[in-house]
């Protein structure tokens, strides 16, 4: 199957194993006392976000949101590529020439989520607060710990409903990357 760019489209609910993997995170978040859940307005953010709702009321908050895929929704990976490129790397390198498709700029989006992601930590001190987000915006946030290279950043997979833990003090530090349940990690020796 084709990996075809939502962005912000309508339509793209969570698939069975989607929901599955959600479930999952949920179970790993059991025993972290999650003090609020913030959550993307995108149908498939909500619906993980509902799952794992038990524990917490869902704050909806649009800065959350996945990035503006512009004339690039709905298109696979391959037909962009074709036309246009490497954009996804350009992407993460700030390349101006992204946006005359539509496509949000990475400095946008991390300007954003770290916005957001401040003002969670300053309303719950102490706490553990959950960001349901998608791939851009969890990469934007691993540029605010790590300030990767665009190229690392652009290698980089988020999985789906993995958790990435950040600690928010004077600066903003990593804490975990792409936490699963330990039956979805990829077997070491195939």
Same mark, same amino acid.
């Given at each position: 199957?084709?990996? %075809? ?13 989607? @929901? ?7 179970? +790993?978040?059991?025993?972290?006392? #999650? =003090?609020?859940?913030?959550?993307? &307005? ?12 038990? %524990? ?6 649009? @800065? ?16 962009? =590529?074709?036309? *246009?490129? !490497? ?13 005359? =498709? ?8 991390? @300007? ?5 992601? @401040?003002?969670? $930590?300053?309303? *719950?001190?102490?706490? !553990?607060?959950?960001?349901?987000? *998608? ?6 946030? #691993?540029?605010? =710990? +790590?300030? &990767? ?7 980089? %997979? ?19 990357? !792409? ?6 990690? $990829?077997?070491?020796?195939?």
């Amino acid at each position: 199957m084709d990996r %075809v760019l939502a962005g912000r489209a309508p339509g793209f609910p969570l698939t069975d194993e989607g @929901r599955r993997q959600a479930a999952g995170a949920a179970r +790993l978040l059991a025993g972290m006392g #999650i =003090s609020a859940i913030y959550c993307s &307005p995108i149908q498939r953010a909500r619906e993980t976000a509902g799952i794992m709702a038990g %524990v917490s009321d869902i704050t909806v908050d649009g @800065r959350l949101s996945e990035l503006e895929m512009g004339s690039f929704t709905g298109k696979t990976y391959e037909e962009i =590529s074709g036309t *246009h490129g !490497n954009v996804f790397l350009r992407f993460y390198e700030g390349d101006p020439g992204v946006g005359e =498709s539509g496509v949000e700029t990475f400095e946008s989006v991390r @300007r954003r989520v770290a916005e957001i992601a @401040r003002e969670a $930590a300053s309303r *719950h001190p102490g706490g !553990n607060v959950l960001l349901v987000t *998608h791939m851009d915006p969890i990469k934007a946030m #691993i540029f605010e =710990s +790590l300030h &990767p290279p665009p190229e690392a950043l652009f290698g980089l %997979v988020i999985e789906n409903a993995s958790l990435n833990i950040f600690r928010y003090g004077e600066a903003v530090e990593l804490g975990a990357i !792409n936490v699963m349940e330990p039956g979805r990690l $990829a077997p070491l020796n195939p």
